[in-house]
């Protein structure tokens, strides 16, 4: 959020202790507020639809920021291991909103089936998703029918690919009149510009003479209910723990907001963005000390509840208090704990912050969870579980913030963070993890965006003050990334761009077979462009006896790769046979000559299509310096109680090399 250089953004790990103990429940009380009906916005209202005038933003009032709760030492063990996953880009990519007065930006995004839309501090825009940009206003022009307030900071924005919804999210803090509003607009569809509904909602703590504003805010929402949540500030002094404000979905969209309002200890709790099939609670998780985590639970059936427990982590140091860049100057990056993002699928629930990395002098490495959360409360004699958990080391000198996280169809786990030390100003990054790597391992960075030059110009010593990573609704396998990084001018400028974790094979290019011939056995019909295709073309060969193996048959592929700058390696083959024989496919090792298994099945007279990623480690010797890679797909018929089997038929088909070029 803004500030001036006196005061800076202070979000606490947690000022009031945790009241709960490992492994128990905590029920909270929530109180409902009236209803507020919404007002419609027309986009056609705006005489000038782009509108990127710089303004100066105001201030935040004075807010400390405490040192994170020291937890009870554990030996759970975070892992460190770098996998040979290495995410694609999409294809798209664009630079989104431009510096607007404000320091630092918080951008956020949201995806829908047809459009994008960012927000930043203190701005709104739309774009179509390969990057047209149909609308930016400033938020107090957005939503000046219901505010006259003009600090407005910290957005957020959803997209709910169920009811085909945006939401938005902005702070509006009244300092002289001690009020403090949640500013939200709820799209008419999942095109931003048909119109949308917006709302004022009072969301100012009082108790006995003192008042407190909401700041740094979680959204989240689930099959019922969309909810939000900040930390509470003093306009004098003081911390009021977290405020979650939860909505019943239907009744928001359809144009009246009516609050349940709960208060809660801890700090800076991020509630889940859904996606796939949408689960009937609302998750939130918070960096509760330094070993545990706190996690939330918000129901919806007939009345709004909130269910709190805690979780044991790995312990974390804190990370040192900023990061120093190319030109010397200091960057406060937020180290003090708390989790950025959240999200959820199908029972797994991910998020990240920042820990200081003890192999890097304590620069900050972003630390990221997977919680399996079991169907709790519903079912609540299973409480959610720690399942992973992982670092992301930057290079020695460097550090990496603002780990925004997700988790894709096939239960691949994508992030994006800030990369600043060095030898950058701000870097772009994401990594990314297959279901299969092994558990608390992440792929290697790479760099989606660079900085355009390596110093800041920025007002303040401030960055992030978070990124967000957005799952594609069509396919949901793209991922989309936000973040910040230094302009040509030194002031920051926002940028999206999309990329794969687990690249479907529609998504990678495919090489055929240049050549093909028998290994074994001897050619019934065929040739290398039967092994082009699924259909009824296949390459058959029909095996002959091998002295101490039994009935083999087999075919030789050889490949000419368009490309050696390979960042995906995969093979791909179907075949068939008989029961009881085995298929094997191996690959051709150029540096040995030798040949390596790579795949083994059981046959069927069905035909069974296989896919197997190859470690980008191994392509040094399974491609040849020419660029060829050579597969065998043998087919063996064993013998069995000394007596030889008899003949069968190897029928293979669609045998492809599928790649993609490193970025």
């Not at 003192?210 to 003081?238: K, Q, V």
């Not at 405020?243 to 239907?250: C, E, H, R, S, W």
């Not at 007002?459 to 990084?485: C, H, I, K, Q």
Request: net charge positive.
């Amino acid at each position: 959020m803004p500030h001036s250089k006196i005061f800076k953004t202070a979000l606490s790990l947690a000022i009031v202790a945790s009241i709960s103990a490992f492994g128990l429940g905590q029920k909270i009380d929530g109180v409902t507020a009236p209803p507020v009906v919404g007002k419609s916005l027309n986009i056609s209202s705006f005489s000038n639809l782009i509108n990127k005038t710089i303004r100066t933003k105001p201030s935040t009032p004075p807010h400390q920021r405490p040192t994170p709760i020291v937890g009870t030492p554990n030996n759970l063990v975070a892992g460190e291991g770098v996998t040979s996953t290495n995410p694609r880009l999409a294809g798209f990519y664009f630079p989104t909103i431009g510096y607007t007065g404000a320091e630092p930006p918080d951008p956020d995004i949201a995806v829908s089936e047809s459009h994008v839309v960012v927000t930043v501090n203190s701005s709104i825009a739309f774009y179509s998703k390969t990057g047209t940009e149909l609308f930016q206003q400033d938020s107090t022009e957005f939503f000046k029918s219901v505010s006259t307030v003009k600090f407005q900071f910290d957005p957020k924005v959803i997209y709910d690919h169920v009811a085909k919804r945006f939401t938005i999210v902005f702070l509006a803090l009244d300092r002289e009149g001690s009020k403090s509003a949640l500013l939200v607009a709820v799209s008419n569809s999942a095109n931003p510009m048909s119109g949308w509904k917006l709302y004022s909602l009072d969301v100012t703590q009082t108790e006995g003479s003192s008042s407190f504003w909401l700041d740094y805010p979680g959204l989240g929402f689930d099959s019922r209910t969309i909810a939000f949540s900040g930390n509470m500030f003093g306009f004098t002094s003081g911390y009021n723990g977290v405020q979650f404000i939860a909505l019943d979905k239907a009744t928001l969209y359809g144009g009246t907001a009516t609050m349940v309002k709960f208060k809660a200890p801890g700090g800076t709790a991020q509630l889940a963005k859904q996606t796939g099939a949408l689960g009937d609670v609302l998750y939130a998780m918070q960096s509760e000390t330094t070993s545990s985590l706190r996690i939330s639970a918000i129901t919806n059936s007939g009345s709004i509840a909130l269910q709190q427990m805690t979780i044991p982590t790995p312990n974390w140091p804190r990370a040192a208090g900023g990061i120093a860049g190319p030109d010397g100057k200091l960057v406060d990056t937020i180290n003090d704990g708390r989790i950025f993002t959240g999200s959820w699928r199908n029972g797994r629930l991910v998020g990240g912050h920042v820990i200081g990395s003890n192999g890097n002098g304590s620069l900050p490495c972003s630390r990221w969870y997977e919680v399996r959360t079991n169907n709790w409360p519903l079912s609540p004699a299973t409480p959610p579980t720690l399942f992973q958990s992982g670092n992301i080391v930057a290079p020695a000198g460097h550090g990496y913030t603002f780990p925004a996280l997700s988790i894709d169809k096939n239960g691949s786990i994508g992030a994006t963070f800030s990369k600043i030390g060095a030898t950058t100003s701000g870097d772009v990054m994401v990594a990314g993890r297959k279901n299969s790597d092994p558990p608390g391992t992440m792929g290697a960075q790479i760099v989606l965006e660079k900085a355009k030059v390596n110093q800041n110009n920025n007002d303040f010593d401030r960055w992030g003050d978070y990124f967000d990573l957005e799952l594609d609704p069509v396919d949901n396998t793209s991922m989309w990334a936000v973040g910040m990084g230094p302009n040509s001018q030194g002031r920051w400028q926002t940028y999206v761009k999309s990329f794969m974790v687990a690249v479907p094979d529609s998504s990678l290019d495919k090489t055929v077979p240049s050549a093909a011939s028998v290994s074994g056995g001897r050619l019934q019909f065929g040739d290398r462009t039967s092994l082009f295709s699924d259909d009824s073309n296949n390459f058959v060969v029909r095996s002959e006896p091998v002295r101490g193996l039994g009935q083999v048959a087999g075919i030789n592929a050889l490949f000419t790769l368009p490309y050696t700058n390979i960042d995906s390696l995969r093979v791909s083959y179907s075949v068939a046979g008989v029961v009881g024989a085995t298929a094997n496919v191996f690959v051709l090792n150029n540096l040995t000559g030798g040949y390596e298994l790579l795949d083994s099945l059981g046959l069927s007279a069905t035909r069974q299509t296989r896919s197997v990623d190859i470690p980008l480690a191994s392509r040094a010797k399974y491609i040849s310096s020419s660029g060829t890679m050579t597969l065998t797909v043998r087919g063996t018929l064993p013998v069995r109680s000394g007596r030889m089997p008899g003949a069968f038929s190897l029928a293979v088909d669609r045998v492809s090399v599928l790649t993609s070029q490193l970025n």
